[in-house]
């Protein structure tokens, strides 16, 4: 079967996932991956090379319409790109069999466009937690019939690095690995740590972080900040993982992520994973099974603390969470998901899809239309942090459509009126 994946690009978790994946593919199944950007790092878009793939940009001026013929599913990655926007709904697409992989969750800003679900061949999610939206509670059956869930997050293989410190239960060292910023981290991200009972604590935090920005500033006013280390971003997380036994992993509540590599990945390497009780973490981990699920963060600090002053739970809890992520988020797993959709959605027609009609004719109304369950007007959330470019942003909007009238608009640049 051919396999053509349409994304913006190959970085990220998306390209990690992918590069796990086409790793994993059967001989069964070629793939071809047309990229709506250049790679700015090239490291998983050559492992998906390096693994059989071929990828195409959208600069090189190959005829995307040509590779969407000869594809048998054409499956387009999905979360609130605008490049990804533009290309549906002002390309004239010919028939295809699609498919969709939702890379967001879908329960909070940015939305998916309900439209999609019945539009597409099959609709994937990377989390059970994404049925749990009342949209997609309320699909009539043969539009939910068409829905599935297919992981994109996996963990170490079982071979440790050569370098390997004890690691897992056996530490009482603390990491936090991911977004360092309030967009993604819970607001009281500094002041769990600095209510936990116990002045040995120490966390180290792994992910780029600007020195200026509100993370750096929140550390710097805590009252014990030397508690914290922001220690930046890493090339090896397994490395920065393994030196700590303990995953303090606390979101916001509304927050967009779906798969958490970096969870699954510390899982895997049994550190306990200490989270809040947030739609996305706790489809990934049981409270008292293999870690610590809290319902605020009062009670996340609690049990920090608690875990910290006992290390036969820390053991108990880090081979459950080590087995846990063995055993479902492996990427032959998911490969397997995949090709299972592809061969029933392969006896269907190709079909043309009006995408205009189901995302909007213009820049505004894309964005608009991942801020609001319905998009039919009310406030948006920027989905923005201090300025920052986030992904999805009214400012990664902007950068992409700069001259765009109703993007000026809502972002304030242009007075209403």
């Not at 999610?125 to 749990?132: A, E, I, R």
């Not at 319905?374 to 400012?395: C, H, N, T, V, Y």
Request: with cysteine; net charge negative.
């Amino acid at each position: 079967m051919k396999i053509l994946h349409i994304t913006p690009h190959l970085g990220g978790g998306v390209g990690k996932a992918h590069a796990a994946i086409q790793g994993a593919t059967g001989s069964s199944v070629e793939r071809a991956y047309y990229l709506l950007e250049e790679p700015r790092d090239r490291r998983y878009a050559d492992l998906v090379e390096q693994a059989g793939g071929r990828l195409h940009h959208a600069s090189q001026g190959v005829s995307l319409a040509d590779l969407i013929d000869d594809a048998d599913i054409v499956q387009i990655e999905w979360w609130n790109h605008p490049r990804l926007y533009h290309l549906l709904a002002a390309s004239d697409l010919p028939p295809m069999r699609s498919l969709f992989w939702a890379h967001v969750s879908g329960l909070f800003a940015p939305y998916i466009p309900t439209g999609l679900f019945a539009a597409a061949g099959r609709f994937l999610f990377t989390s059970p937690c994404s049925l749990q939206a009342p949209e997609i509670v309320a699909l009539p059956d043969d539009v939910r019939a068409r829905l599935g869930v297919v992981g994109s997050g996996f963990g170490f293989e079982d071979e440790p690095a050569a370098d390997a410190t004890q690691g897992g239960g056996t530490s009482a060292a603390v990491a936090y690995l991911g977004t360092v910023d309030f967009v993604k981290m819970h607001p009281a991200f500094f002041d769990i740590i600095d209510a936990v009972d116990n002045p040995d604590i120490r966390v180290s935090v792994w992910g780029g972080f600007d020195p200026q920005g509100e993370p750096a500033a929140r550390t710097r006013a805590m009252r014990h900040p030397e508690r914290v280390r922001l220690e930046g971003q890493t090339t090896d997380p397994r490395a920065a993982l393994q030196a700590a036994g303990i995953f303090l992993y606390p979101l916001r509540e509304d927050h967009y992520g779906t798969a958490e590599n970096a969870l699954i990945e510390a899982m895997s390497l049994g550190l306990v994973p200490v989270v809040l009780a947030n739609p996305a973490e706790c489809a990934i981990v049981t409270g008292g099974v293999d870690g610590v699920v809290a319902v605020d963060p009062a009670d996340m600090a609690a049990r920090v603390g608690r875990l910290l002053a006992e290390p036969e739970e820390r053991a108990r809890l880090s081979g459950a969470a080590k087995a846990t992520a063995h055993e479902r988020y492996q990427p032959r797993r998911s490969a397997d998901l995949l090709e299972e959709h592809y061969r029933a959605l392969r006896a269907e027609p190709k079909m043309k899809t009006d995408f205009v009609s189901l995302l909007g004719a213009g820049p505004a109304d894309w964005f608009l239309s991942t801020q609001q369950r319905d998009g039919s007007g009310g406030q948006a959330r920027m989905f923005a942090s201090g300025g920052a470019l986030s992904k999805g942003s009214i400012d990664h909007f902007l950068a992409t459509f700069p001259d765009d009238p109703g993007l000026l608009v809502l972002s304030g640049a242009t007075p209403v009126g």
